[in-house]
């Protein structure tokens, strides 16, 4: 216990020492508490390797500090980065001892690493955009980038499928994003850290081959760079000549993409000169004292001082022609240019004057990044940036996840039903609820990127006419459009059919021009609206074909969808039972009372219309009993076994994860119950909405009902349209 202790105050020591040496300013206070919460959390945890995990976040903020040195909140958030996702600690907990901005940076790596936990990367163009489109905050990006770096590092100790998997993602995914950043030096290690466990073999034979070339190569280079060292230092510049560090990756990838072999890559030597002086000027002062030297090749050179690459990348590279013919690439740059280069816009905040605030100097970063993903392809350098992926195209969209891992890419404010329209049309046309991120949400919330969307279908759902109020994929759009249309048409024949069937009762014929007379009479435009309004239930053809038909059964206002409903239900029955002497009479059902399979139902004789169907206690009825007493009829809804009719169940509880599964569960537990359509919304805490399923009578419908009460987080259930 001493000596852990003594251990840790020695690491706390050594990661302030190097935040004072790197950092403008050094909270010491915020830095040592994160660090001492970092350590009591994961007091209990360890490493692969042993070692005790705190040594992780410390390694990270190390990084954070010395590598990627950008203000103390990242060096807080990096210690503090696992803390909430590994521990009990919660995101509140954070917020409150250590403040909103150091929260939002751990909330937001904490999703990232999310984000590829488990997953197979097959789409990292994709999941590169996902992360650019979560990324709120860039030193959500720098903490990501150290404790990716510092996992590579530390590799060796995965098991080996685990370790390809990780180094794939890191080459295809934090590699390139390094490098957007400026970052040149962590893409570079991160890139041939990858590629060591990628391909091993290459990667130790390429360093095998760099080894044995060593002394040559070093020999040769100080042949070339001596008369420049004495002409430089006659001149009294301060400077720094280096050969340049190669990266194994950026040769191997060289060999593949020149087809050509080690040697062929390799004989091409580079030497950087870095001048100490903050002075562009004495950059092409070098350069020419450089071409004084040695013949350079006219095509080769290239000023990225007087224009800049898109990630502040500045250097002057001139080809010349070394002893023995042989051909050297020299980049001439300041210590200022060069720490840009290799520490990204971390370097380049350390460089501002003291009057830039933090938070002002931050905000200039941030806008940065975003311009370079977002600007136009305006030059051939920012085209060079946007080559491997076109990042000015992720404002407008966004990416999602299937529960099993795949990524969907949307439209920007796509909907769960554009969802399930891309995951296929079937699954869009039989969607009857969502759950995003395990919770359940009405079908036109908005989705964000990095969402989990899982889609509930019941085979006897079908698209609704509101989502196209909502849906903003054109796929979805001509799905539900097609099926409306094909809804449409049937309604159309059943409208017409009705109309045929009813004229044929009624002994009348009418042409062509007389169904159209009639069609505009009644106001619409033509026949096919006619029919539709017919097979919708919104035309009462006794009333348009028999004027004199009595009035008194008439009800005022009619639900159409309960009409439409209600017939389907008397269809599916198989209509009613008229037994005795009536039987045989036509009879229609009571538009007042709109009995359903299940009500208590007796006929009435009319006259000329043959029976009416009312409910038992329909008040119309009670009123006509009045008068005509004798015109009643015994009537009865068949007891046939396995038909079936919709009813509709208004629901309204408590909105907990899973709580769509329960209420299905419950209905579909009770005698096998089919569900037709589940249409559910939640506000807050709450939800409510309808249920439609397929009941054999009230007795059924009934327990449902009573089931449905008795849900733990169901507050209220009753039948719709009753
Ligand atoms: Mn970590």
Redo the contacts with the bound molecule.
């Keep these: 216990m001493a000596i852990a202790a003594i251990k840790s105050k020695r690491l706390l020591n050594e990661l302030l020492d190097v935040c004072n040496a790197n950092l403008n300013t050094v909270n010491e206070k915020l830095i040592s508490k994160a660090f001492r919460l970092a350590a009591e959390a994961h007091k209990n945890h360890y490493r692969l390797s042993g070692e005790p995990y705190l040594i992780?976040?410390f390694e990270?903020a190390l990084i954070v500090a010395k590598e990627i040195p950008l203000d103390d909140i990242s060096v807080v958030a990096a210690l503090l980065?696992?803390v909430v996702e590994d521990t009990d600690y919660s995101l509140e907990f954070i917020e409150k001892e250590f403040g909103k901005e150091v929260a939002e940076i751990v909330d937001g790596v904490t999703k990232i690493t999310g984000v590829f936990r488990g997953k197979n990367i097959n789409q990292a163009d994709n999941y590169r955009k996902l992360l650019l489109s979560m990324v709120k905050d860039v030193r959500v990006m720098l903490v990501k980038f150290a404790?990716r770096l510092h996992?590579m590092r530390t590799l060796d100790f995965m098991p080996l499928e685990k370790q390809r998997r990780i180094a794939k993602e890191t080459l295809e995914i934090y590699a390139p994003f390094a490098h957007r950043f400026g970052l040149g030096r962590i893409k570079w290690e991160l890139e041939d850290l990858a590629f060591k466990y990628l391909n091993r073999q290459a990667y130790e034979d390429i360093a095998q081959k760099i080894k044995d070339k060593r002394k040559e190569r070093e020999t040769y280079i100080n042949k070339f760079k001596t008369p420049i060292y004495k002409r430089l230092t006659e001149l009294g510049l301060r400077f720094e000549i280096t050969g340049r560090p190669k990266h194994l990756y950026s040769i191997y990838r060289k060999m593949i993409k020149r087809n050509t072999t080690f040697e062929g890559i390799y004989d091409l030597l580079a030497i950087r000169i870095i001048l100490e002086d903050d002075d562009p000027h004495q950059c092409y002062y070098v350069l020419g004292i450089v071409n004084e030297l040695y013949k350079p090749i006219p095509d080769r050179f290239k000023d990225y001082i007087s224009i800049p690459k898109k990630n502040n990348y500045q250097s002057l590279h001139t080809t010349v022609v070394g002893p023995e013919g042989k051909l050297v690439e020299v980049q001439i740059r300041t210590r200022k240019m060069h720490e840009i280069a290799e520490k990204g816009v971390a370097a380049h905040w350390k460089y501002k004057e003291e009057s830039f605030s933090k938070e002002q100097d931050i905000e200039e970063w941030v806008n940065w990044v975003r311009e370079i993903f977002e600007s136009a392809n305006r030059d051939e350098a920012t085209k060079e940036l946007l080559a491997s992926f076109k990042l000015n195209l992720y404002q407008d969209e966004i990416y999602v996840f299937t529960p099993a891992g795949d990524l969907v890419r949307l439209p920007i404010n796509s909907t769960p039903v554009d969802f399930a329209f891309q995951i296929h049309t079937k699954v869009g046309y039989h969607c009857i609820g969502a759950k995003v991120n395990d919770k359940i949400v009405p079908l036109n919330t908005i989705l964000h990127s990095g969402d989990r969307v899982e889609i509930l279908t019941s085979k006897n759902q079908h698209p609704n006419p509101g989502w196209l109020n909502f849906v903003k994929t054109h796929k979805a759009k001509t799905s539900i459009r097609r099926f409306i249309k094909r809804e449409e048409d049937e309604i159309v024949n059943a409208g017409r059919s009705l109309w045929e069937k009813k004229i044929k009762k009624l002994k009348l014929t009418f042409n062509g021009d007389q169904l159209i007379k009639l069609a505009n009479k009644l106001k619409f435009d033509n026949t096919k609206q006619f029919f539709l309004a017919i097979g919708k239930g919104q035309v009462d053809l006794d009333a348009v074909l028999n004027p004199e038909t009595e009035k008194a059964e008439e009800s005022d206002v009619k639900d159409l969808e309960f009409d439409k409903f209600a017939s389907i239900a008397r269809g599916a029955a198989g209509g009613v039972l008229v037994e005795g002497e009536h039987k045989g009479i036509i009879y229609t059902y009571a538009k007042c009372c709109n009995p359903i399979p299940g009500d208590p139902i007796v006929g009435f004789i009319t006259i000329g219309e043959g029976i009416k169907i009312h409910r038992k206690n329909c008040k119309n009825l009670i009123s006509l009993l009045e008068k005509h007493g004798d015109r009643l009829v015994p009537v009865a809804w068949p007891k046939t076994e396995g038909s079936f009719f919709v009813a509709a169940i208004k629901i309204r509880g408590e909105d907990k994860p899973g709580i769509l599964q329960s209420i299905s569960n419950s209905i579909t537990n009770y005698k096998n119950t089919n569900i037709k359509s589940v249409n559910i919304s939640s506000h807050d805490s709450y939800f409510e909405g309808t249920v439609s399923v397929y009941v054999s009578d009230l007795n059924h419908l009934n327990h449902l009902i009573e089931r449905l009460k008795s849900s733990p987080n169901i507050f209220h259930a009753e039948r719709f349209y009753s």
């Design positions: 992780h976040p990270v980065h696992d404790d996992n």
